[in-house]
């Protein structure tokens, strides 16, 4: 009997070094620029990142803003990119953790180093000064919140709707293009863009849009100041394009409906504000090609708007 559970430990342990062998060749042999990562916590469950993701992944990486970078340091692929010398860590958390040690050899307070940290985020942003109010001049395009957590991104009519009924943020790109990033950055529900602005940042309020226009000669003239000079469809034979004379460089983005369809790019620019409108909308505002004013209305908050930040 002995002999028998003997033979029978000596033949499942040999098959448990030959996985164990077999997996590490696997591991040995996947090609330099494709990776293999755990499913879950089982042992023998993988998943292999193709070379056209991880290329995907960098492009992101590389595109993104320096508070964005922060953020997505602490992405699990990100850091496995990093440790096989694939993708290149970004200086900024480095910059970040030396700013922290010399406050404290200088015994500063916690509230110098936020400032410290704060102006390192946005010497990266894109900002311009209207009045006494301090707005960015880009629409966000991050995939994090404001703490750092990945906001789901929603690419299917089904995922748009499903995050909309649930009450629950998530973002995308116009028509699901990068390129459209790029260009007019991300579309976010209500739910999301209430809290992606950075720290020092916040999503402004439907009395600080109106602040900014009536500082611009109120919502009748104020487009024209704050439209790019470039990037709007013609109207009528006549363009739309702004004179942008204030800054802000708004751009028509379009946005993306509460079902998941999308409309408007190119004609239309819609923007967040932070106030609720009633249990299912909250204001935005929104600018026309075949309109000379700021739209002041309401919205579903499942909809896909851009998003501006102004500083706290």
Same mark, same amino acid.
């Given at each position: #009997?002995?002999?028998?559970?003997?033979?029978?430990?000596?033949?499942?342990?040999?098959?448990?070094?030959?996985?164990?062998?077999?997996?590490? @060749?696997?591991?040995?042999?996947?090609? &330099?620029?494709? #990776?293999?990562?755990?499913?879950?916590? @089982?042992?023998? &469950?993988?998943?292999?990142?193709?070379?056209?993701?991880?290329?995907?992944?960098?492009?992101?990486?590389?595109?993104?803003?320096?508070?964005?970078?922060?953020?997505?340091?602490?992405?699990?692929?990100?850091?496995?990119?990093?440790?096989?010398?694939? @993708?290149?860590?970004?200086?900024?958390?480095? &910059?970040?953790?030396?700013?922290?040690?010399?406050?404290? /050899?200088?015994?500063?307070?916690?509230?110098?180093?936020?400032?410290?940290?704060?102006?390192?985020?946005?010497?990266?942003?894109?900002?311009?000064?209207?009045?006494?109010?301090?707005?960015?001049?880009?629409?966000?395009?991050? %995939?994090?919140?404001?703490? =750092?957590?990945?906001?789901?991104?929603?690419?299917?009519?089904?995922?748009?709707?499903?995050?909309?009924?649930?009450?629950?943020?998530?973002?995308?790109?116009?028509?699901?293009?990068?390129?459209?990033? +790029?260009?007019? =950055?991300? @579309?976010?529900?209500?739910?999301?863009?209430?809290?992606?602005?950075? +720290?020092?940042?916040?999503?402004?309020?439907?009395?600080?849009?109106?602040?900014?226009?009536?500082?611009?000669?109120?919502?009748?003239?104020? *487009?024209?100041? #704050?439209?790019?000079? %470039?990037?709007?469809? *013609?109207?009528? =034979?006549?363009?739309?394009? =702004?004179?942008?004379? &204030?800054?802000?460089?708004?751009?028509?983005?379009?946005?993306?409906? %509460?079902?998941?369809?999308? %409309? *408007?790019?190119?004609?239309?620019?819609?923007?967040?504000?932070?106030?609720?409108?009633?249990?299912?909308?909250?204001?935005?505002?929104? #600018?026309?090609?075949?309109?000379?004013?700021?739209?002041? /209305? /309401?919205?579903?908050?499942?909809?896909?708007? +851009?998003?501006?930040?102004?500083?706290?």
């Amino acid at each position: #009997m002995g002999n028998h559970n003997n033979k029978n430990s000596y033949i499942i342990w040999t098959i448990v070094l030959v996985a164990i062998l077999a997996l590490t @060749l696997s591991f040995h042999y996947i090609p &330099s620029r494709m #990776m293999m990562f755990p499913k879950s916590n @089982l042992t023998f &469950s993988y998943t292999i990142i193709s070379e056209e993701d991880i290329n995907s992944i960098i492009e992101r990486y590389n595109n993104a803003s320096l508070f964005q970078r922060i953020a997505m340091n602490n992405e699990p692929i990100i850091r496995k990119l990093m440790e096989k010398g694939i @993708l290149l860590e970004n200086n900024a958390e480095s &910059s970040f953790n030396e700013t922290n040690e010399h406050a404290k /050899n200088t015994n500063k307070s916690d509230e110098e180093v936020n400032t410290q940290r704060q102006n390192q985020v946005d010497n990266t942003l894109k900002t311009v000064k209207i009045g006494n109010q301090t707005w960015m001049a880009e629409n966000l395009n991050t %995939s994090n919140y404001a703490n =750092g957590v990945a906001i789901p991104e929603a690419k299917t009519a089904e995922q748009w709707q499903k995050y909309g009924k649930e009450k629950k943020g998530c973002w995308c790109y116009y028509e699901n293009k990068s390129a459209n990033g +790029s260009k007019y =950055g991300k @579309l976010y529900n209500w739910y999301a863009a209430k809290k992606v602005c950075p +720290s020092g940042w916040h999503l402004p309020s439907d009395a600080e849009w109106t602040t900014l226009t009536d500082i611009l000669g109120g919502k009748d003239i104020a *487009d024209k100041k #704050m439209k790019s000079t %470039s990037g709007w469809n *013609d109207y009528d =034979g006549k363009s739309a394009n =702004g004179t942008n004379t &204030s800054g802000f460089t708004a751009l028509p983005g379009g946005y993306r409906r %509460s079902d998941g369809s999308f %409309s *408007d790019v190119g004609d239309h620019g819609y923007w967040w504000s932070s106030t609720v409108n009633d249990a299912p909308s909250a204001w935005g505002r929104c #600018m026309y090609y075949y309109y000379s004013y700021v739209l002041r /209305n /309401n919205y579903y908050k499942e909809d896909g708007f +851009s998003v501006r930040c102004v500083r706290d």
